[in-house]
């Protein structure tokens, strides 16, 4: 019998009213037209530019797909680990690490809210895509992990849906659990709202439609870069 003890018990009960994505079948199937999938080993536009700017030893990405973020952060000398709920996605980035020769780069498949962290610090944390996703009773657990694995003052790049960008739907986190929606956009006061709590923010703006095979970026994006206060 289900019996809710825990605040972990009952962020799993809630998981189980989220429709969520079947990401195994989708980086196995590849039929739904992601730009991050056919722009798989083009990072983040506002990744290189950090690296440009800022002299870092360590990062660590949530959500890293088939990592393209990660591996150009290892090709660029940095200790990179990364993870992915998708075993798929994983198997593929560890083949397009290989390919590249990025050394210095850790993969693990898993959920990022059973992963145990609590020993770990980084300079940067990066999640391109994955707090859109996140239901909304994971959010302010999302956050403690992020502050809690990044060093003092350390950066924090966010990529997320914006809500006219066109990427998907603003919605209300109470009808969150009625619709059938994966994902949602945020608005740049939500953003400011919620990651001013413990973070300063640096810059939040819109991206550009930006694609080539050295850097990529889309315009239905927010683009934020964040420091733990
Ligand atoms: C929109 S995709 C972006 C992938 C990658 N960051 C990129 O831009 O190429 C979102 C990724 O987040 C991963 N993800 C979603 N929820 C997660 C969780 N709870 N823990 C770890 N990864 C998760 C998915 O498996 C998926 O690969």
């Avoid at 799993?12 to 079947?22: E, S």
């Avoid at 973020?69 to 075993?87: G, R």
């Avoid at 949602?184 to 819109?206: D, H, P, V, Y």
Wanted: overall charge negative; proline content about 3%; some cysteine.
């Amino acid at each position: 019998m289900n019996f809710i003890n825990t605040l972990e018990d009952l962020y799993d009960m809630l998981d189980l009213y989220i429709q969520g994505v079947d990401w195994d079948c989708f980086y196995m199937e590849r039929n739904k037209p992601a730009p991050f999938l056919k722009y798989n080993k083009s990072p983040d536009k506002c990744v290189v530019d950090f690296l440009k700017g800022h002299s870092i030893r360590n990062a660590c990405e949530f959500g890293c797909g088939e990592g393209r973020n990660a591996i150009y952060l290892a090709c660029n000398n940095v200790a990179v680990k990364a993870c992915d709920l998708s075993e798929v996605a994983i198997e593929n980035a560890k083949r397009n690490a290989q390919e590249s020769k990025a050394g210095k780069v850790t993969f693990e498949a898993g959920n990022l809210f059973a992963l145990d962290l609590k020993d770990e610090k980084y300079e940067l944390v990066i999640d391109s895509g994955v707090f859109h996703h996140l239901p909304p009773h994971r959010r302010l657990q999302y956050r403690e992990i992020v502050s809690d694995i990044l060093e003092e003052k350390g950066y924090f790049i966010l990529v997320c849906f914006s809500a006219d960008g066109g990427g998907a739907e603003e919605v209300d986190d109470y009808d969150f659990y009625k619709s059938k929606q994966t994902g949602a956009a945020f608005t740049e006061e939500k953003l400011r709202r919620f990651w001013g709590e413990g973070f300063e923010i640096i810059e939040i703006r819109k991206g550009e439609d930006i694609a080539q095979p050295q850097m990529w970026e889309s315009s239905y994006t927010y683009i934020c870069l964040l420091r733990k206060a």
